[in-house]
């Protein structure tokens, strides 16, 4: 018995295609359904059970009708990747776990009214549940909020999801160094830049975040345009175990 | 030369259908995309331009690619008012005005990180402002945070959108009562209540604060699945120039 994550979106906070824009890896994108990204977020589905990593899709209720989510894996509480909460929320006649950091400040207005969401649950470091015949771990990443990451384990492999983050945090790395991965999928926001990027990996960053992990497959999510554009031209240079996730592309373990 | 205003939500927060609800209302609505109500918003056409009345819904890119947007008229900055903005401002390559209330919160981090969003010119009480040939009057409502309505006025007639709202501020039922309205769009979030409503109008307060304006065609907007439940049964106890707003219908002035 395994489980399954599929990629709901791929995209940074602005999306491919970026509203007005019309360079080549947007102008592509318009054109062709299977280039875009939405908001950065994913499904695990496990023995029945339809776990979302992150809530950013404003489309949730329409592509999961309840009962179909049984709870959300919360990475942190930006906009592009908690926006979906504001209207779920409203839902009634059942409880939504939210699993997220301790996050004194949450998004918008969501702690003050939130609805069906039971946000009680949140994670200490390193934290594993259960679910079903999975374990899902909870790491500390480094972004310019309280973020985690989330690694899930059975029996048939191990996958860590772990965006948004810039690099890792020593004790991070240190505990995946241990479990060798039969997926990473990693922040991988910026072409190479010429200093050190913030609160996002550039490729640079993420290819060096995953040196000394033992990781099978390797995926880049979160892509802005500009990564995009980059993409065309430099797909080739990656290492041959990079992959560039795409939304609605699905990987089993 | 007139205007046009065509819906593009009319429901509450919720919307229709609720999440995980099997009302009746939110049955039909769920089989009958026709009987759908999405965030209350709409866009108001005047002379090849499109202004939004409010940015509740998520598909605003999709919708109205760039540069179909000329501004938007923000009532107020709750998240089924609002949230729309969260995706938008990231576009490039332009500027985008959002012309609403003083509100020194807004919402969420939108005035921290605005992206192409110009949040500079809000609007005076009663304050009037030329768009083409029409003239459009911001009037305060009641609500819970800072909200305005909008009039518009062309030679051909005149339009008042107002909502959220319970009642209406002295002042503003004073401005009214001297312009006669062609057409006026109100909050009737709720069934009749038996006490009065607080933030939004029941069936009761909105037809009272509409006592005293001339009045040709009363739309409702901002409906609950409550109030679609109420209507199944109640519809021909309205009187007859009482109207239900729904997604997509137009007015023409």
């Known amino acids: 018995m395994g489980f399954s994550l599929e990629f709901l979106g791929t995209g940074d906070s602005a999306q491919v295609p970026v509203y007005n824009c019309n360079c080549i890896a947007c102008l592509r994108a318009r054109s062709d359904e299977s280039l875009r990204r939405g908001p950065s977020s994913a499904v695990v589905r496990i023995a ?10 404003m489309d949730l209720a329409e592509r999961f009708p309840a009962p179909q989510i049984t709870g959300i894996l919360q990475t942190h509480y930006h906009a592009d990747h908690a ?14 776990p939210v699993w997220g950091p301790e996050d004194p400040v949450g998004f918008a207005d969501l702690y003050k009214h939130p609805g069906i969401l039971d946000f009680s649950q949140t994670w200490q470091p390193f934290e594993s549940r259960k679910i079903a015949h999975v374990t899902v771990t909870a790491v500390p990443l480094q972004h310019s909020k309280p973020c985690l990451g989330y690694v899930f384990e059975s029996a048939k492999g191990r996958c860590a999801y772990l965006t948004d983050t810039v690099g890792l945090p020593t004790e991070t790395h240190e505990w995946l160094q241990q479990r060798p991965l039969t997926y990473c999928v ?9 200093s050190t990027p913030r609160n996002h990996n550039d490729v640079t960053s993420a290819l060096a975040m995953c040196e000394g992990l033992d990781i099978q497959q390797l995926y880049f999510t979160h892509l802005s345009h500009e990564m995009d554009q980059w993409l065309l031209k430099h797909k080739n240079s990656l290492p041959s175990h990079v992959h560039i996730a795409r939304d609605g592309m699905h990987l089993f373990c």
């Open 186 to 194: 990693v922040d991988c926001s910026h072409p190479p830049q010429d």
């Open 48 to 57: 029945g059970q339809q776990w979302l990593i992150d809530a950013g899709r």
């Open 83 to 96: 926006q979906g909460l504001l209207h779920l929320r409203w839902g009634v006649n059942m409880r939504l």
